[in-house]
């Protein structure tokens, strides 16, 4: 039997949702039925509104998706304005003020707070300039993903950008795909560094060449949520770049086609991957969704990928100086859990208007890339106060550092994570000494399982958690090891758990000091964690108090907002009207 | 009225009445249940995944586990909370902080009306 989302998608889904959300926005939130709020809702997320957690009834996350994590000229400053004018809340952040921009681990763009009253007005700016909403979030084509720096890296072997950017524009607002069994993510990249991060993607596109000719193998099925993760499998198909969209036409087809629709928790197609095994898979390609013969796998570039390896050699991220293709430069600034303020944001538009062409780039790594900047120019750039906050050449802790949204406004999350994270990151960086010939340091943490931090692929893996201390519930985390892409990509083992989160800095710092003294000479931290046991790996985190001082213990979850004066449940403004105004109880 | 239940957002929380009335990430006390050793499961509810109603239950399967001993897994059916006026709809959840008896059903749910 189909699922109940599954029936209201039946009855309005995709494109059409647009109307009825102008109508309820000019109407106001009282305007949506109270019987029809879950169904709302759940249709809303198509046009990137996800609405937020418990106690902030009435605010809603809007996600904008940015294709490869491309923001034209012009755009940025639209994205800030829009932030500093609509995304503020009822309480503000500690670390962060009362508006920022989240830079997302898809290279989108989120922000908070905002209220149905305003949208019309946001997505008349936003369209006003080229960017949207549309299939943000939903049972979609989601945000497509890839290297940042497609068509400037030196590093590229296929022009990844005009490929992507077709597939955008193929894939959105298209009806034929506009109701999936569930989220559909795609990955495309044309360099041998492996940033589009294809092996956690539903499907993915990666540089091969066949018979002299440059083109993309295609890999299925990966995905980290649901203590479930996957590796996407190779499909043993090559394309060359103008037939990727007719292979990308036929996958989402047939995952419309054979996706559960019955169980949501099954429906993802690294389910179907598992059930079909890849001959079948490309068999039923083959036969019923594409309409030429399909290629055998090409020759990939796999064993030259460095990003998220932990190689400590070539490019781990994006950050720092890096010559373009064209003999310009571009710079990779390390945005800490990826949040920006506001006006932090609008700055970084001038500056990358007076210094570069005005692009800048997001990465999957949440951070921000300014391009297209003369040499000439670079040291100016590079003298700006703003990059002291958002430096190129960040301590390996700051720059390794990844969190999800976190107790703050998501329903799912267990524990907080974007003001901890920033915590951590600074006391490690001053507490924490790594090897002279470790520079990155992935630490990604997530709150809960599904993951949005990609906390599988890092070398310190957090994931939200609660236990006691002094028999009191605690927040906690579960702390994996070892993760990481490349040609040998590897989930981290889980093997401490439970750790309270005060504990969890002084576990990193006993772990860092137990791997310097038992290294081999010249042997990372990911050869190091992949050539011991759990059981040696357990013993070498000593989760340990240290004058770590970490304000989120008690549950988050049962505040309105956790950083607010008076933070209980019964305290919070919302639901609001389109002035903020709370609006009366029907108690 | 009908009562409608049905959980959301991957299992993040129930609605009853399209009303967000139960969470993930509360601790929740199991007793006599096979879920784990323990004596009492303390027990971390991670994701909503059946939902039900056994009038004038409303009742769910909870993925989780006890963080006492690091078991995990999906509960048997628990009480949440009541709705004992389906007129009115009004929900009243239990006190996850005290003792539930997560229970295998005999009976079938009652079917919608």
């Known amino acids: 039997m189909p699922t109940k989302v599954e029936n209201w998608k039946d009855e309005v889904y995709g494109n059409e949702i647009r109307e009825h959300l102008m109508e309820f926005a000019e109407e106001g939130w009282d305007a949506i039925p109270e019987d029809e709020h879950d169904a709302w809702f759940e249709r809303f997320k198509w046009w990137g509104l996800y609405h937020q957690r418990s106690g902030q009834e009435s605010y809603f996350m809007m996600r904008i998706g940015t294709p490869n994590g491309v923001i034209e000229p012009g755009q940025l400053e639209v994205i800030g304005e829009v932030a500093k004018e609509y995304a503020t809340g009822p309480a503000d952040n500690p670390e962060f003020g009362d508006a920022y921009c989240d830079w997302t681990t898809r290279q989108s763009i989120q922000l908070h707070w905002i209220k149905l009253e305003d949208i019309p007005e946001i997505f008349e700016k936003l369209e006003s300039v080229g960017l949207g909403t549309q299939q943000a979030c939903g049972d979609s084509w989601r945000n497509i993903v890839g290297c940042p720096v497609a068509g400037k890296d030196k590093h590229e072997h296929v022009d990844a950008w005009p490929v992507a950017k077709d597939l955008h524009e193929t894939f959105k607002g298209n009806d034929d795909y506009s109701n999936l069994p569930r989220k559909w993510k795609v990955a495309i990249a044309g360099c041998d560094e492996g940033c589009g991060q294809g092996d956690i993607n539903d499907l993915a596109f990666e540089p091969a060449e066949k018979d002299g000719e440059l083109g993309f193998n295609v890999r299925i099925g990966g995905g980290l949520s649901r203590k479930e993760p996957r590796l996407a499998r190779e499909l043993d198909v090559w394309v060359p770049p103008e037939q990727a969209a007719d292979v990308a036409h036929g996958m989402s087809a047939l995952f419309r086609d054979h996706g559960d629709r019955e169980d949501r928790f099954n429906a993802r197609i690294k389910f179907l991957m598992d059930e079909w095994g890849p001959e079948k898979m490309r068999s039923v390609l083959q036969e019923e969704y594409v309409d030429f013969e399909l290629e055998t796998a090409g020759e990939d570039m796999r064993d030259q990928y460095s990003y998220n390896t932990g190689s400590q050699d070539g490019h781990n991220d994006h950050v720092g100086v890096h010559e373009q293709n064209d003999g310009n430069y571009y710079v990779g600034l390390n945005v800490l859990v990826g949040r920006m303020g506001a006006d932090d944001t609008l700055e970084l538009a001038e500056l990358a208007d007076e210094y570069g062409s005005g692009e800048v780039r997001l990465t999957q790594r949440q951070n921000i890339i300014v391009t297209d900047v003369p040499e000439e120019n670079l040291d100016d750039l590079l003298d700006e106060p703003l990059l002291e906050d958002y430096s190129p050449d960040p301590s390996p802790f700051m720059r390794g550092s990844i969190a999800c949204t976190g107790t703050e406004f998501c329903s799912l999350s267990i524990v907080e994570t974007k003001n901890r994270q920033v915590r951590y990151a600074r006391w490690l960086r001053d507490n924490v000494e790594l090897p002279a010939d470790h520079d990155e340091f992935h630490i990604h943490l997530s709150g809960c399982t599904a993951s949005c931090a990609q906390p599988q692929i890092a070398d310190v893996s957090l994931r939200g958690m609660k236990t006691r201390k002094d028999g009191e519930p605690v927040e906690a985390l579960d702390i994996g090891l070892g993760g990481g892409l490349g040609d040998d990509p590897r989930f981290a083992d889980w093997v401490e758990m439970r750790v309270p989160a005060d504990e969890v800095p002084g576990a990193i710092k006993n772990l860092v000091n137990n791997f310097e003294d038992a290294r081999e000479d010249g042997e990372t931290f990911r050869d190091f964690v992949e050539d011991r046991d759990e059981e040696t790996l357990a013993e070498m985190v000593e989760p340990e108090e240290t004058d770590y001082h970490d304000p989120y213990m008690h549950n988050t979850k049962m505040t309105w907002y956790p950083y607010a004066e008076d933070d209980d449940m019964q305290a919070s403004p919302a639901p609001t009207d389109g002035s903020g105004e709370p609006l009366p109880s029907d108690d | ?113």
């Open chain 2, 1 to 113: 009225m009908t009562t409608d239940v049905h959980q959301l957002d991957d299992g993040a929380w129930i609605s009853v009445n399209d009303s967000r009335e139960v969470n993930v990430s509360d601790l929740w006390l199991l007793a006599r249940s096979d879920f784990c050793g323990c004596e009492t499961t303390d027990f971390l509810a991670e994701g909503f995944v059946k939902v039900g109603i056994d009038y004038p239950d409303i009742e769910a399967r909870i993925a989780g586990q006890c963080i006492a001993c690091g078991e995990s897994g999906v509960t048997d059916w628990l009480t949440v909370g009541r709705v004992v006026d389906p007129e009115s709809g009004e929900f009243y959840g239990v006190d996850h902080e005290s003792i539930h008896f997560p229970e295998k059903r005999t009976r079938l749910a009652r079917p919608p009306e």
